[in-house]
């Protein structure tokens, strides 16, 4: 594999972890309302979530849909599920006030937090897709498995880099302090999209 090629992939997996979509919406959600450890906890099972939908597609998941495809659309449905789940309970707890201060309780767990970015990335099975037509359009066969090992570090650096980045944005003094001024119009307003996005998923 050449070093254009390797960059190609590195690029085409930072525009994917950088894309608008349910991961990158519960990273701002998580920053904003539990704070920046807590993001960047989650952050890491996003990204985990990403190394398994990349090592799927390296192991051919994507032809597995191509023959079965009641596996994708059970997945989808699945998935969808999931989210509109969690936009739901957003939009049913927006009224909660935000508790600011040193007094304030732990938000979740680490373990917690970790599975919930894990869970949210693995609800999209659309990450398979997208990692089979970008290891088919720039990996060569018969490649080393140490070239694969590293393209698999660099899809699991760019998701927990980039949702890092997002969770300590919003976690920020002034965005927090905004977003308490808003809390219930901002909380049915991402509950509503994590739904759409679910219901977007299990459409496509």
């Known amino acids: ?37 807590t993001g960047a906890l989650m952050a ?26 009641a596996l994708l659309w059970a997945l989808k449905l699945g998935g969808a599920a999931y989210l509109g789940w969690l936009g739901w309970l957003m939009w049913r707890d927006a009224r909660q006030p935000l508790v600011m201060g040193d007094d304030r309780p732990v938000p979740r767990s680490g373990a917690a937090a970790f599975r919930l970015g894990l869970f949210t990335q693995l609800a999209n099975p659309k990450p398979a897709v997208m990692f089979s037509a970008m290891f088919l359009g720039t990996v060569p066969p018969q ?40 809390k219930t119009m901002i909380d049915r307003g991402f509950g509503a999209l994590l739904a759409l996005l679910g219901v977007k998923i299990a459409a496509t």
């Open 1 to 37: 594999m050449t070093l254009a090629a390797f960059l190609a992939f590195a690029g085409l997996s930072l525009f994917a972890a950088v894309s608008p979509g349910p991961a990158v919406l519960m990273s701002a959600r998580t920053g904003l309302t539990e704070g920046f450890r």
């Open 143 to 182: 490649t080393p498995a140490w070239v694969y090992a590293a393209l698999l570090a660099v899809v699991f650096l760019n998701e927990s880099l980039w949702n890092m980045a997002v969770a300590r944005l919003f976690s920020l003094d002034r965005t927090r302090t905004r977003y308490i001024s808003l």
């Open 44 to 69: 890491l099972g996003i990204a985990a979530g990403a190394v398994f939908w990349a090592s799927a597609a390296m192991f051919g998941l994507n032809l597995l849909f191509a023959v079965a495809p």
